[in-house]
Nanobody, 130 residues
Framework: EVQLVESGGGWVQPGGSLRLSCVTS????????IGWFRRAPGKGTEREGV??????????YYEDSVKGRFTISTDNAKKTVYLQMNSLHHEHTDVYYC?????????????????????WGQGTQVTVAS
């Protein structure tokens, strides 16, 4: 059974940091890209890509607003993907999800699109507030 389990969310003050984790199981990690998403306002269940990392090509992608602020990384031995989130602002408050896409190659210009991901975690809440 494919599983993705997020953790690491919580409350943080503006300017603070959080590290989200996505522990995966049930699939060949090296054949997948893992993306981080947040809810897309006004778009129902659709989600907005924040970042992705691919074990297929070793590439990464960041949405423009998080470049230089968020860092995605993997621990292949643990089949875990991390999202280090620094200098957080109120607008980063959201539920963050990780998801897996078979054979997707993330790169600087690839984007990370909701419709391509087939397996999803349950989400972890990030709240940035004073």
């Amino acid at each position: 059974e494919v599983q993705l389990v997020e953790s690491g969310g919580g409350w943080v003050q503006p300017g603070g940091s959080l590290r989200l984790s996505c522990v995966t199981s049930g699939f060949t990690f090296d054949d997948y890209a893992i993306g981080w998403f947040r809810r897309a306002p006004g778009k129902g269940t659709e989600r907005e890509g924040v970042s992705c990392i691919s074990s297929v090509n070793g590439g990464t992608y960041y949405e423009d607003s998080v470049k230089g602020r968020f860092t995605i990384s993997t621990d292949n031995a643990k089949k875990t993907v991390y999202l280090q989130m620094n200098s957080l602002h109120h607008e980063h408050t959201d539920v963050y999800y990780c998801a897996a896409q078979f054979l997707y190659r993330c790169s600087e210009y690839s984007g990370s699109y909701y419709s391509g991901y087939t397996h999803w975690g349950q989400g972890t809440q990030v709240t940035v507030a004073s």
